[in-house]
């Protein structure tokens, strides 16, 4: 959710990227393989032409360490671990793949959810989609992944726990498309599922989010609107907000994006807990978005049409200038005015010490819902309609 500057995350990535380059090709002894860590990160050849069973099977379900739903049977449902990332013991980070095969050929949708691991309304909402399918009736396929960052959802927090220098809370939403050979296990385990199981089974996809732990967002899809197979999707959605701008390259639907298949990323209220309400009008706009791409049958539901909805390209951020106590004037989704007060903040006295305002005029989008704050962070999130180029150093995520 509320983020490091654009500026500051592309010199981290600039000095990681200079990093990987002292690595050196390491023979190592006999029996193990030779790493070169300057491998590209370019999948094998046959990554979208095979499927890749490593032979093991936990808690009944077949493992594959590469997938192509083309092998799989039509008609059916298929439920599968793929074999991610080791960890430090050796074991692997397996995450859960479910598959609803169409009887009949058609578009093949991928649907992720658990890429920050406090996000549980995402992992509802595909649920609810996936359990909602009936393969004999549909024509293509959807694939979805509910626990990308496997390590993060363990302990329902945001970030995976990396061992690389000590414990190195890493944010899984800012390194794809990853790195099979890369110096974190979180770039690699983004490498694999990328290369090996959710871009050669993508026509389209859609990555579900929701905002933090301590900070809550209104229902939202975060769509480039001037793609038009892009916002033709977005606009399926009966949620009352969008946010059209292209956000930082390396969370997973630009990845999507820029591997030629039309992503976006819904934002379905707070992390941590279920909002059944909001959920419902994702799987609403989900299942709508399954239509107009004719993988099944049946009347749409509500839409954007049925709802009004606001488009916004920029994020303004209301950042604490204080510590204490916050107390909210608005709520999300009230439309605010430049100069309107939005919320105030008292020490442990009592006594107010300060009071903060909208720089602009749009909707409240985001909320610290944490009471306590220190200074820096951000308490609102307003969208806006910024004129001229994008410098919003924070969106909502
Ligand atoms: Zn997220």
């Not at 000590?166 to 296990?185: C, H, K, Q, S, Y």
């Not at 770039?187 to 996809?205: C, K, V």
């Not at 900070?215 to 892009?230: G, L, Q, R, S, T």
């Given at each position: 959710m509320p983020d490091e500057p654009k500026g500051g995350l592309a010199r981290r990535d600039f000095m990681i990227a200079s990093f990987a380059t002292v690595g050196a090709s390491v023979a190592l002894a006999a029996g193990s393989k030779e790493v070169n860590a300057q491998e590209t990160s370019a999948p094998p050849a046959d990554a979208s032409s095979g499927t890749t069973y490593t032979g093991e099977v936990i808690q009944g379900k077949k493992v594959v360490s590469a997938l192509d739903v083309n092998d799989l049977e039509p008609g059916q449902k298929h439920f599968l671990y793929f074999q991610g990332v080791q960890m430090p013991t050796g074991q692997f980070w397996y995450v859960s793949v479910m598959v609803a095969k169409g009887a009949k050929p058609g578009k093949r949708c991928v649907l992720t959810s658990g890429v920050h691991g406090d996000e549980m309304s995402s992992i509802h909402t595909v649920q609810t989609v996936m359990n909602q399918l009936d393969p004999a009736e549909m024509s293509g396929t959807v694939m979805a992944v509910t626990?990308?960052?496997?390590?993060?959802?363990?302990?329902?927090?945001?970030?995976?726990?990396?061992?690389?220098?000590?414990?190195?809370?890493?944010?899984?939403?800012?390194?794809?498309?990853?790195?099979?050979?890369?110096?974190?296990?979180p770039?690699?385990?983004?490498?694999?599922?990328?290369?090996?199981?959710?871009?050669?089974?993508?026509?389209?996809?859609?990555?579900?989010?929701?905002g933090t732990t301590g900070?809550?967002?209104?229902?939202?899809?975060?769509?480039?609107?001037?793609?038009?197979?892009?916002k033709a999707m977005a606009d399926l959605y009966p949620v009352g907000q969008i946010f059209n701008n292209p956000t930082y390259p390396s969370v997973l639907h630009n990845a999507f994006n820029a591997a030629g298949i039309p992503s976006f990323c819904p934002e379905i209220g707070a992390a941590r807990h279920l909002d059944l309400e909001m959920i419902a009008l994702f799987v609403e706009g989900t299942t709508n978005v399954l239509k107009h791409h004719g993988i099944?049958?049946?009347?749409?539901?509500?839409?954007?049409?049925?709802?009004?909805?606001?488009?916004?390209?920029s994020a303004f951020p209301i950042l604490a200038t204080e510590g204490g106590i916050v107390e909210h004037l608005v709520k999300l989704n009230d439309k605010v005015e430049a100069g309107q007060k939005v919320a105030i903040q008292r020490n442990s006295f009592g006594e107010v010490v300060a009071e903060y305002t909208s720089g602009v005029t749009g909707e409240v989008t985001g909320q610290r819902s944490d009471v306590m704050s220190e200074p820096g962070n951000?308490?609102?999130?307003?969208?806006?309609?910024?004129?001229?180029?994008?410098?919003?150093?924070?969106?909502?995520?």
């Open positions: 626990d990308v960052s496997r390590p993060a959802l363990e302990s329902m927090q945001r970030r995976w726990p990396n061992q690389g220098r000590g414990i190195d809370l890493v944010d899984m939403n800012r390194v794809w498309p990853g790195n099979e050979n890369d110096i974190t296990a770039s690699r385990h983004a490498g694999l599922l990328f290369n090996r199981l959710l871009r050669p089974n993508a026509d389209f996809a859609i990555d579900f989010h929701t900070f809550e967002v209104a229902a939202f899809n975060i769509a480039e609107m001037d793609v038009p197979e892009i099944i049958a049946g009347p749409m539901g509500r839409t954007g049409k049925d709802v009004t909805v606001f488009v916004g390209n951000p308490l609102v999130f307003i969208l806006f309609n910024q004129q001229g180029p994008d410098d919003a150093e924070t969106y909502p995520e």
